[in-house]
């Protein structure tokens, strides 16, 4: 169950928020580089013309992702 507002469209790309219960698997953040460990609830974009190609981004991440490039940091 999502409200529509959680769909906010960024281009061709859905975006969509998994909430801790549904993290299930860990995933690797291609804002940051680092793993999103499973129960963590983090944000899931997915290109409409790829919806294969999805990605799981930290909350933080994706927010930022707009104002600079995706950076690695340790
Ligand atoms: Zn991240």
Do not use: N, S
């Not at 507002?5 to 859905?14: C, H, S």
């Not at 499973?38 to 909350?59: F, I, K, S, T, Y």
């Amino acid at each position: 169950m999502r409200p529509p507002d959680e769909r906010a469209g960024d281009g061709d790309v859905e975006v969509r928020f998994l909430h801790p219960f549904q993290a299930r698997k860990a995933y690797r953040c291609p804002g940051c580089d680092q793993e999103i460990p499973p129960g963590m609830g983090h944000v899931v974009a997915v290109p409409r013309l790829a919806p294969e190609d999805r990605r799981h981004w930290h909350r933080p991440c994706w927010d930022h992702r707009g104002t600079r490039r995706p950076t690695r940091r340790r």
